[in-house]
């Protein structure tokens, strides 16, 4: 063995130390002003031995307040911006400063890491300090304790020669204005390890540094000052002491002004009422609660930390500048007569109560549970807690001895009776706990159930009508009971008894209680009966997701009682994990990890037993009676990822639509900051609908309801869940359902359909329009016209949902099977929707019946007889007639009785009539017979004619003289009487268009209607119709482009009264 004597070991000791201090040394940090004094100028701190500056993100008054008194440079007087001290040279060693103003150094302020900033040396931060004089333990630095920084050392100015003048000089020098005579004698404590000293100001100095100082050799009592601007705030139209309730008035420039809304919350109430003197904020008020203001608006977006000393110091705007009007103006409710100090909230902490002259502390003598009942009521915290702990000591040197009965409003009613305290006392000041304004009934735990309010000094339970996962948020963050699972809106923890508070609660949902959320009365000031305010929060779960990136994943921890375990990996599997993601009501599980994979756990490690996680139920009994324990140890902890179940609505199908998460057996959007197609692109993997085409915003498919679930989600795109993609958490946005997210995926795609207009036969030449249509919910695409039997394509772009390809006048090269293909290109690749059904298109040359007439030797009326009787040797001749719009065509003049044809070039006019006559100059009984007229024309090589028209029957009679002579007397007769009746009725006609003219046969016999050949005005008009909708085109023309033409040749109106077709026939003798 070998033996190291005491002063080996002290020396290996010593050494040891020394070298551990080493890396400490090495990190020294110091701090420094470079300006035109040791307590103003650019601030400095030394870093890793180079020294640098610090930007002026987030830089405030607070910050400033550290800073001088780290350097022991009094009160800060300003904190300057903008490289006001002239720019640094050197590194940005400190960036978004957030100090509290409380700590001792502006290094142990919340700040970005060493050296990360997004500055320039032109934001260089500063400092002024007031150097040599501050105020201490007042409500801003505008009042309280009066010391002097004299002779390397802080010292306290003397009461007993204190004077006007060195007030005077004080204010000045603090830039608080002049000093204000104080009408009652105000505590803001001793220094009694200072020593005194005594000024002496001729009031024209500006430091009481240059005025004449003498040490005090007496005993000192501390000298107060209170300057004009320590109280540049006032609270109007609130309480009937009109103190410590109202609108927010600031002073400034000489006017009063209100402050807007925006921004205003907790942390500015509390500043308002500590700057007046009123002890705690109780609530904040919005939207002009205390009434329009009538003056300017001077202070807006005022963003306090809850630790400045006056309204003025927090960051705002600027004074004068705004967005607002008074109906937005700022109010709050202070405690007035009662606050608490030091607490961990606002409804904890050591009493002080008002006497009307002074804050007084009243002591633990006797006190008790009627006592704290009084200052919760007070406070409008609730009910006390029975165990309140101890808040610290406030150093007054004397107190109160406090009795109530519990009934009383308020502190200063119970009895008081004044006791002073010794150094020899043991004697405490009092503290209460209060449970706050907020409380879950009927619940399986203290953590769940329905939501009870206090307010005024009684419960009620709050409505359901607007109750949001941000107010939940709220409430069990003031229970300390986590966070929010899932909020209830009907009544399934029950009515409740008491009162129902009717007022609207808004949280944004990061206050700490409900009392700091807005409230405004419901729409008709009424609340549903069956709408009732509850909340499950995760502090009652028998499970929970530990260290993964949200609810729905982690490391799997189990409750027994109040201790939480984890699970061992051993046994755990998918269909455990199932189990922990329907009791978390998150979905589906989608990966059951084992070996620490959210990293490890603490406490004890239970074994994933079947007959715990064989279903929920079971999983609630092994929570009430405990878990076996297992013998793996913390590297094994098992975990669990669940996806939530998505939908898509409002779209074609499941395949597009806006997007839906069902979280917490509510459904909810998704809100569209930072939403993209890579995003859309897991939704549609998780929904095997594909690639994604599209990731609309806005609220495309129309605006959600309900919670919006996820906002500012950013996938890799390897994602198996949406919700497996980084976002803010679920229902932390700041968005509304007009900026809902939607998808579209690729298996929501359809074929195009097609359409032929106006019909899939045509008449060869026709006007042919051929529609492609498809039903897409993201339309701007290309439709193709294709063809099955060659390779003729067409091609169109479009942002509609149809394309229409023309051919003006077809022809047999356009017959045959088309179909419709569509494609979408997107940024990385071509979306090519399913071919379309075939459409087939016949073309065909349809020919109208031709109208065989009769001409008249002796009149010129045309006349369609079934037979006629014509006397040997007379002449007369056959009219064959059709409308069509194919030109260039033969009439064939066909009889029955020989089968003899005579062909005759038809004469066109106006496009599409044609006409042809064939003259018999002396009849002969070989002219006897059936006659028929056809129509026929040559396309495209090809011959086609039409259906012959109605037959006429043409007999010969023999001539006689006496006839002859009969004839010809007859024959003038009907001329003549023909030509009078011609006269009226061209005249009649004249009078009254469209009237017909209907002649009698010789015999007075009425003629008969033929309704097949009545008019050529009917003919005429039929063709006319046609004529409107086709397109005059000659044999062999062919067109395949897209242009519209709308050249129609006209016909003459009264061409349908140039020629009319007698219906009977006329027997010539």
């Not at 793996?632 to 199908?653: E, F, S």
């Not at 040797?873 to 409308?883: A, E, K, L, Q, R």
Request: negative net charge; glycine residues 10%.
């Amino acid at each position: 063995m070998i033996f190291i004597s005491a002063e080996k070991r002290h020396f290996a000791f010593y050494l040891s130390v020394g070298l551990l201090s080493i890396p400490l040394l090495a990190e020294c940090i110091e701090v420094k002003l470079v300006g035109p004094s040791r307590c103003s100028g650019r601030l400095e701190v030394l870093h890793t031995g180079s020294w640098g500056t610090v930007c002026d993100n987030q830089w405030s008054l607070a910050n400033a307040d550290v800073v001088c008194r780290e350097l022991n440079c009094g009160t800060a007087l300003e904190a300057t911006k903008g490289a006001s001290f002239g720019e640094g040279k050197n590194m940005i060693w400190l960036d978004d400063v957030q100090c509290t103003g409380h700590e001792t150094s502006v290094l142990k302020c919340p700040h970005r890491p060493m050296g990360q900033n997004n500055c320039g040396h032109s934001e260089d931060a500063g400092v002024t300090c007031s150097e040599h004089v501050k105020v201490v333990n007042g409500s801003n630095r505008c009042t309280g304790r009066v010391e002097v920084y004299h002779e390397g050392n802080w010292k306290r100015a003397c009461k007993s020669d204190w004077a006007t003048l060195d007030a005077v000089v004080v204010c000045r020098e603090l830039n608080c204005g002049t000093p204000i005579t104080q009408t009652e004698e105000l505590h803001f404590g001793e220094s009694r390890d200072l020593h005194g000293i005594k000024p002496n100001c001729l009031g024209n100095e500006s430091s009481i540094s240059l005025c004449r100082i003498q040490e005090s050799k007496e005993s000192c009592v501390d000298a107060t000052i209170v300057c004009e601007h320590s109280t540049p705030i006032r609270l109007v139209n609130g309480s009937s002491d009109g103190r410590c309730s109202g609108r927010v008035e600031v002073y400034h420039d000489g006017n009063w002004g209100t402050i807007c809304d925006d921004e205003w919350g907790m942390q500015e109430a509390d500043v308002t009422c500590r700057e007046m003197n009123c002890g705690n904020a109780i609530s904040v008020k919005y939207e002009s609660f205390f009434g329009r203001g009538q003056d300017q608006i001077l202070l807006d977006d005022v963003e306090c930390t809850g630790h400045e000393k006056s309204l003025s110091e927090c960051p705002h705007r600027g004074f004068g500048e705004h967005d607002c009007d008074h109906n937005e103006d700022a109010g709050v409710i202070c405690s007035a007569t009662i606050r608490l100090i030091n607490g961990t909230d606002h409804c904890s902490g050591r009493v002080e109560f008002y006497t009307g002259v002074k804050w007084a502390t009243p002591y633990n003598v006797n006190w008790g549970i009627n006592e704290a009942t009084v200052v919760c009521r007070e406070m409008n915290c609730g009910d006390p807690d029975k165990l309140p702990g101890s808040y610290g000591h406030g150093g007054h040197p004397g107190g109160y001895q406090v009795s109530c009965n519990g009934r009383e409003s308020s502190l200063s009613q119970c009895t008081l009776r004044e006791r002073g305290r010794t150094s020899h006392d043991r004697i405490e000041e009092a503290s209460v706990k209060c449970l706050g304004n907020v409380r879950l009934s009927n619940g399986s735990s203290r953590c769940a159930g329905r939501v009870e309010f206090y307010d005024n000094g009684q419960w009620g339970t709050v409505c359901g009508e607007s109750w949001g996962v941000n107010d939940a948020n709220v409430a069990c963050r003031q229970l300390d009971c986590g966070t929010a699972h899932k909020i209830t809106t009907k009544t399934e923890y029950g009515h409740g008894t008491g009162h129902t508070w009717i007022n609207r609660i808004d949280c944004y949902g990061l206050e700490s209680t409900l009392g700091q959320c807005s409230q405004s009365p419901l729409r008709d000031r009424t609340c549903n009966t069956t709408s009732v305010a509850g909340v499950v929060c995760t502090g009652s779960l028998e499970v929970r997701l530990a260290n993964g990136k949200d609810v729905c994943s982690g490391r799997v921890e189990v409750r027994h009682g109040d201790m939480w375990q984890t699970v061992c990996d051993t046994d755990w599997n998918l269909s455990k994990a199932q189990v922990v993601c329907e009791q978390l009501e998150c979905g589906e599980a989608k990966n059951a990890p084992g070996g620490a994979h959210f990293g490890e756990g603490s406490g004890p490690v239970v074994e994933a037993s079947n007959s715990c996680f064989d279903n929920v139920t079971s999983l609630r009994q092994c929570s009430a009676k405990g878990y076996r324990g297992a013998s793996c140890g913390h590297g094994h902890d098992a975990g669990t990822v669940c996806a939530a179940q998505i939908r898509l609505v409002g779209g074609t199908g499941q395949c597009s639509g806006r997007l839906e998460i069902l979280f917490k057996g509510q459904w909810g959007t998704v809100c569209d900051d930072e939403w993209s197609l890579g995003n859309a692109d897991v939704v549609c993997r998780q929904l095997s609908c594909g690639h994604a085409v599209s990731a609309p915003s806005s609220a495309h498919f129309g605006r959600g309801t309900g919670p919006i679930w996820l906002d500012n989600v950013e996938c890799a795109g390897e994602e198996n869940a949406i919700t497996h993609c980084p976002h803010n958490g679920f229902g932390e946005n700041d968005c509304g359902h007009g900026e809902d997210a939607s998808v579209i995926c690729i298996g929501a795609l359809h074929k195009p359909k097609i359409t032929l207009i106006p019909a899939p036969e045509v008449n060869w030449g026709t006007k042919v329009e051929i529609t492609c249509t498809i039903l897409a919910e993201q339309l701007g695409g290309t439709f193709v016209l294709k063809r099955t039997q060659d390779s003729f394509k067409m091609e169109r772009y479009t942002e509609n949902e149809l394309a229409t390809f023309i051919f003006h006048s077809v022809d047999f090269n356009q017959k045959g099977s088309y179909f419709c293909e569509y494609q979408k290109k997107l940024p990385n690749q071509v979306i090519y929707f399913p071919q379309g059904e075939t459409a087939e298109l016949s073309i065909i040359v349809k020919l109208e019946k031709p109208t065989l007439s009769l001409s008249s030797p002796y009149a010129m009326v045309v006349y369609t007889p079934d037979k006629i009787s014509v006397t040997q040797g007379n002449s007369f001749s056959i009219i064959c007639s059709t409308h069509s719009i194919y030109t260039g065509g033969f009439f064939y003049l066909t009889k029955s009785h020989n089968n003899a044809t005579e062909a005759m070039p038809a004469f066109s006019y106006y496009t599409i009539h044609h006409m042809t006559t064939f003259n018999f100059p002396a009849i002969d009984y070989k002219t006897q017979g059936d006659y028929r007229c056809i129509y026929g024309v040559n396309i495209s090589s090809m011959s086609f004619s039409s259906v012959p028209s109605k037959s006429l029957q043409v007999s010969v009679v023999a001539a006689s003289s006496s006839s002859v002579v009969t004839g010809w007397v007859v024959g003038l007769l009907l001329v003549l009487l023909v030509g009078v009746i011609g006269y009226l009725m061209w005249r009649k006609r004249r009078r009254v268009a469209g009237t017909m003219v209907q002649f009698s046969n010789r015999f007075g016999g009425a003629l008969k209607d033929d309704l097949d050949d009545r008019c050529n005005g009917a003919l005429y008009e039929s063709a006319r119709n046609t004529q409107d909708n086709e397109q005059t085109h000659s044999p062999g023309q062919e067109e395949n482009n897209a242009d519209v033409d709308n050249s129609v040749e006209r016909i003459p109106e009264d061409l349908a009264g140039r020629v009319c077709y007698e219906l009977e026939p006329l027997v010539f003798p």
